[in-house]
């Protein structure tokens, strides 16, 4: 037997086929898409990799931010609740999630099952989640995936003061003006983005061991600088991407009592 999760981001669309021993197939489809086409594009995509078909799915639950407009899946679970399975299950020893994407982060406090005991979430602004390295790259002129790779050549400490995308903006243009160099530049931008989430995980209180998903957990900048400021040792997913998708696929499998 089948399930899937389909988690329905703000700028990615994650499908997890589950089968009786694991993960059978998944996909990411990423950048600008029409919502309910994509879904059904990612969801053939992963189940092709597992060597199925949709007759073969006995349930399917969604979730993201998209979820309501995209109108897919038999049932819908919330984030919140899709991360704490996921990552259990990924990882059972952890007891504290931490989830960035595009525009949301989240902290999690989770038990053993895989159930959320607390959570808290990013403020509005966008500083601290991936619209923020995208925005910072843009003015650096370089790709996001280099952030990341960059920020390690820096061991120089210089802060971003600004709380907002716009203000912390400008603040990299007048960097950049200085002659600073971009190394140092994407050390700063990943201190920012870990300082954000550090401080939102210690108002939840950290406890061990800890799991960070989501598309930044792609970056090794923040991976590194997360680290210092919480003072423990992370545990990042080899496709720290699926992880909410995964959460949702498992539940729905829960939920068929097998």
């Known amino acids: 037997m089948l399930t899937v999760g389909l988690d329905v981001g703000a700028e990615s669309i994650k499908a997890v086929v589950l089968g009786d021993s694991g993960i059978a197939g998944y996909a990411v489809l990423e950048g600008q898409f029409e919502l309910r086409k994509t879904c ?15 007759s073969d799915v006995s349930g399917l639950l969604s979730t993201g931010v998209g979820n309501k407009e995209a109108g897919y899946g038999d ?3 919330t984030e919140v609740v899709a991360d704490a399975r996921g990552a259990v ?4 020893g952890a007891r504290t999630a931490i989830d960035v994407g595009s525009e949301q982060a989240r902290a999690i406090r989770c038990d053993g099952t895989g159930k959320v005991v ?8 966008a500083a601290g989640v991936g619209a923020f390295v995208e925005a910072m790259a843009r003015a ?16 120089r400490d210089i802060s ?15 960097l950049i003006h200085a002659r600073t160099s971009k190394a140092d530049i994407t050390r700063a931008i990943g201190d920012s983005i870990a300082r954000r989430i550090s401080s939102m995980v210690h108002r939840l209180g950290v406890e061990e061991q800890v799991i960070f998903f ?10 590194e600088r997360l680290k210092h400021h ?9 496709e720290p991407q699926i992880v909410t998708a995964l959460g949702a696929a498992l539940i729905a499998r829960d939920q068929k009592g097998t």
Do not use: H
């Open 40 to 54: 059904e594009e990612a969801l053939s995509l992963a189940l092709g990799r597992a060597n199925a078909s949709a």
């Open 75 to 77: 049932r819908a679970v």
């Open 89 to 92: 299950w990924l990882c059972p």
């Open 118 to 125: 607390s959570y808290g979430k990013n403020d509005k602004c």
């Open 140 to 155: 650096l002129e370089i790709r996001i995936e280099d952030v990341g790779k960059l920020s390690l050549q820096s061991d």
């Open 160 to 174: 971003l003061d600004s709380n907002c995308v716009v203000f912390a903006e400008t603040e990299v243009v007048s």
């Open 214 to 223: 989501g598309g930044v957990a792609k970056n090794i900048g923040v991976v």
């Open 230 to 238: 919480l003072g423990k040792s992370i545990v990042v997913p080899e």
